[in-house]
């Protein structure tokens, strides 16, 4: 069993930069792939990034690629999401979540283990 705390979520003008930390407890990350996806009120979750275990392959999705950069320390069992230029509508709930390497990282349905949750605001 894997325990996903993140954190590093807060309000922040738009603009402005954040990172998100997803910290893992009772088992090693090392072999599992993370994605970051996030939540706006009244919508569906939604993908944001993703990486393999090795880090040898990132996924972002589209509109983010170039603003957002997902990172791992397997050392650290932890998995950050840097988010620069924000804008009001990255404003979310932004979860982490971990799952299988090998499968279609896009999709929430290879995710074993997510967190709780932290709430990103962005102000305009």
């Known amino acids: 069993q894997v325990q996903l705390v993140e954190s590093g979520g807060g309000l922040v003008q738009a603009g402005g930069s954040l990172r998100l930390a997803c910290a893992a407890s009772?088992?090693?990350?090392?072999?599992?792939?993370m994605g970051w996806f996030r939540q706006a009120p009244g919508k569906e979750r939604e993908f944001v990034a993703a990486?393999?275990?090795?880090?040898?392959?990132?996924y972002y999705v589209g509109s983010l690629k170039g603003r957002f950069t997902i990172s791992r320390d397997n050392a650290k069992n932890t998995v950050y999401l840097q988010m620069n230029n924000l804008k009001p509508e990255d404003t979310a709930v932004y979860y982490c979540?971990?799952?299988?390497?090998?499968?279609?990282?896009?999709?929430?349905?290879?995710?074993?283990?997510w967190g709780q949750g932290t709430q990103v605001t962005v102000s305009s």
């Open positions: 009772g088992r090693t990350l090392s072999n599992y792939a």
């Open positions: 979540a971990g799952g299988r390497t090998g499968g279609n990282l896009y999709l929430i349905t290879e995710y074993i283990y």
């Open positions: 990486i393999t275990w090795s880090g040898d392959r990132i």
